[in-house]
């Protein structure tokens, strides 16, 4: 009795210390990785180096192009984005709405070295487009390699992406607003006008900066699209002049370039637009009656739509098709089961940890909000998403120049890029988490306090039942950008013990097309597998947290007042 009495004065995790210490400890962290790797950039900085950019014609190129292919790729993404994020909110029940939704996210998890490929064998010299030109007797090819093909990938990526948070933020205009439009019988540019405008513009500033930020750090994309040495971004010049040139100096001050062009473009957007926007959202205005949605109206949205599909399956059933006879000649391929269990050990590890920090963060940030020091949880909750300020490939040059001499396993390199992909993936686990975590009620919260449900017991019936499915699709997410990494494995990887990327990087470079085609499914597959096994053991996890009966404070029944008094 008096072991219950002391456990309900003080249950676990309760102390001030637990709720406040793993979170700056995890953002201390991040700040030491992240000023290390900066610090080695500074202390690699040789005398006139500016000088030496100002005089070297290949590295102004290098900048020129890297900024001009990212605004080109940022642009065209945003075009095409806005009619596709319009249509779909219009036609609601258009045939094929949900597939085509499941397939634009997609792109925040499909590797980009297997997107690579499947967009070689859709547009590539022998690709379905060359063969129907061919076969329909029309005297011109197209040429995938250089300026217009990383358009062309990176708007496969990137337009998509876009349109999806549009969507989002379409979906989060009143319903009494979408009443009064339907009322009145806007017409589809008054609406744009009155309702949608408005809500995009707020919204435009982060997105572009989010996509010029990938088109710019681009890699895969670049070294096996890009066509030569005309049409180099830096981040494939930090990647030569690491590995090839051994040149430390070039590589800092281009890396030190891109973060100054990256952090510049952030502060921008935060300034002049609301960079929270980017907040995954998932629910849905009502359905009203609009002039805009039927007619000719219809037809076109979904032509658009169609043709937005075709566009976005065409290279992944490519892939597919292609994959099936070359997964069954490799199939007994030491080195591609060896690739995939070096991939699974990094990507699991990288998704565990990545999880890990972004909990405590939240957790962190959460407490100090309750506590009233806002500006120091926002400050908190930023040292997460420093990594999209700070590109991975940036902070691996920093590391990878401090490190180079106690680098020399395979072990150590894979330790390190486990790391790094573990801080790539956190600004996307922090986003899927921050929603749940932070729809409980104030009143909800005061109850609890009142009740004396602390510590680990606020945990166990006020959080867990409300993030235990977001956990595990954070989890699928942090697991599938680790495993579909090839920048850093690239900088840090032995090319004799790969990853799958890797591997699928050697093949397609040496033309191995079968093989790679074999390789690129086998990937897809591991994430499907992976997002399927998650989603699933999330739907299983009970709502509430078992343990011991020794620490257990609440009766079965007061345990089943206070589950409904949260719900």
Not at 3 to 23: C, F, I, T, V, Y
Request: a positive charge.
């Amino acid at each position: 009795m008096a072991e219950r009495d002391r456990q309900l004065r003080n249950p676990p995790l309760s102390a001030a210390g637990w709720q406040l210490g793993p979170g700056l400890v995890i953002a201390g962290i991040i700040a030491l990785i992240s000023s290390a790797g900066l610090g080695a950039l500074i202390w690699q900085w040789e005398h006139g180096a500016l000088a030496r950019l100002w005089e070297s014609n290949y590295l102004r190129q290098v900048i020129q192009f890297s900024v001009v292919q990212a605004a080109f790729s940022t642009l065209l993404s945003l075009v095409i984005a806005v009619p596709v994020a319009r249509a779909l909110v219009r036609q609601k029940h258009f045939r094929g709405r949900n597939a085509l939704l499941r397939l634009m996210e997609l792109s925040l998890v499909l590797p980009s070295i297997v997107a690579v490929f499947g967009i070689v064998a859709v547009y590539g010299r022998t690709g379905w487009l060359n063969t129907l030109l061919t076969t329909s007797g029309i005297d011109w090819r197209w040429n995938l390699y250089g300026l217009q093909g990383i358009l062309l990938a990176h708007i496969f990526f990137n337009a998509p992406l876009a349109a999806r948070f549009m969507v989002q933020t379409l979906e989060r205009i009143p319903a009494s607003h979408w009443k009064i439009a339907s009322q009145l019988g806007m017409t589809s540019g008054a609406i744009w006008r009155a309702l949608e405008w408005p809500a995009l513009k707020r919204l435009i500033p982060g997105l572009a900066a989010l996509v010029f930020t990938l088109c710019f750090t681009s890699f895969a994309i670049v070294m096996t699209l890009g066509g030569g040495p005309s049409t180099t971004t830096i981040e494939v010049a930090i990647y030569q002049a690491l590995r090839y040139e051994f040149d430390f100096g070039q590589a800092a001050l281009l890396a030190i370039i891109q973060l100054i062009i990256c952090g510049s473009l952030w502060a921008l957007a935060s300034r002049h637009g609301r960079t929270r926007d980017l907040l995954p959202y998932s629910g849905s205005s009502d359905t009203f009656s609009r002039v805009d949605t039927e007619g000719w109206h219809r037809i076109r949205d979904g032509a658009l739509l169609g043709l937005f599909f075709v566009f976005l399956m065409a290279p992944i059933l490519a892939m597919a098709l292609k994959g099936v006879p070359g997964l069954a000649d490799h199939i007994a391929d030491f080195r591609l089961w060896s690739s995939l269990a070096r991939s699974l050990l990094v990507a699991i590890g990288a998704g565990l940890v990545s999880v890990s920090f972004g909990l405590a963060i939240l957790a962190t940030s959460s407490g100090m909000r309750q506590r009233h020091h806002a500006k120091m949880a926002a400050l908190l909750e930023a040292s997460g998403h420093l990594t999209l300020v700070v590109p991975a490939l940036v902070l691996g040059t920093g590391l990878f120049i401090l490190m180079r001499p106690q680098l020399g396993s395979v072990t150590q390199g894979l330790v390190l890029v486990m790391a790094i992909n573990a801080l790539m993936a956190l600004p996307f686990v922090i986003q899927v988490l921050r929603g749940p975590l932070s729809s409980v009620s104030p009143g909800a919260l005061r109850v609890a306090d009142q009740l004396g449900i602390r510590g680990f017991y606020r945990w166990q019936f006020l959080f867990w039942p409300l993030i235990r499915r977001p956990l595990t699709l954070a989890l699928a997410y942090a697991i599938a950008l680790s495993l579909g990494d090839f920048s850093i494995i690239a900088l840090f990887g032995n090319p004799a013990s790969p990853t799958l990327p890797m591997l699928l990087y050697q093949q397609l470079a040496s033309y191995q097309l079968d093989a790679a085609a074999g390789t690129a499914l086998l990937l897809v597959s591991v994430l499907a597998g992976i997002f399927a096994t998650l989603q699933r053991t999330g739907r299983r996890l009970p709502d509430v947290i078992s343990e011991p009966e020794t620490l257990n404070p609440l009766s079965d029944d007061d345990a089943g007042d206070a589950y409904a008094r949260r719900s």
